[in-house]
């Protein structure tokens, strides 16, 4: 047999294997939900939840940690579900980071990270629906309403506190009059 031969023959049986290995990575990836849909499920829950978008690089974000604001706001908020979703982390969920502060020990934290690069034009540049352009951004929902958005920077911890006690409340606008035009 030829050397040619040889070398086709031995890149077929090498490629089928690693082929039928990428159609099972890509069957996993269609069938898991992904961060974003997990988050958008999360969210709809009648109970408050706070998504934090952040990355383990990112100096704000370790400030942030540092603080140790967020760990204080877990434990003092017990039924508030805390969804740290790492982004523009190449994939990486910061976890490691996390744990050192304690926070993804915490019962009522989960840990997440989209998928997605931190450079380029790939980069994501909205999540779950709203735009995403700087980070830390701290969004808190309940029962499927965002009822605060902090887009752009470090979240002062007295004034998140006070928008979740504000999120508790069971006020309305409906019923009032409307403003004439």
């Not at 023959?9 to 082929?19: D, E, F, G, Q, T």
């Not at 990836?29 to 690089?57: C, G, M």
């Not at 508030?80 to 009522?108: C, E, R």
């Amino acid at each position: 047999m030829s050397i040619l031969r040889i070398s086709i023959l031995a890149s077929l049986i090498l490629v089928v294997p690693l082929r039928a290995g990428a159609q099972g990575r890509d069957r996993d990836l269609l069938t898991s939900p992904s961060t974003e849909q997990k988050i958008l499920a999360a969210i709809k829950s009648p109970d408050l939840s706070v998504v934090h978008l952040w990355a383990p690089w990112c100096s704000n974000c370790q400030a942030e940690l540092k603080s140790g604001g967020w760990l204080k706001m877990a434990k003092d908020n017990p039924q508030v579900k805390f969804y740290f979703v790492s982004v523009w982390n190449d994939g990486g969920d910061g976890k490691s980071m996390l744990s050192k502060f304690q926070i993804a020990d915490q019962p009522n934290v989960t840990v997440l990270a989209d998928p997605g690069p931190r450079r380029g034009e790939a980069k994501i540049k909205q999540f779950a629906g709203m735009p995403l352009s700087w980070i830390p951004t701290t969004w808190v929902y309940k029962g499927g309403d965002l009822h605060y958005a902090l887009n752009y920077g470090e979240v002062r911890f007295p004034v998140l506190q006070q928008f979740l006690e504000d999120s508790k409340s069971e006020w309305s606008h409906k019923g009032e009059p409307k403003l004439p035009e």
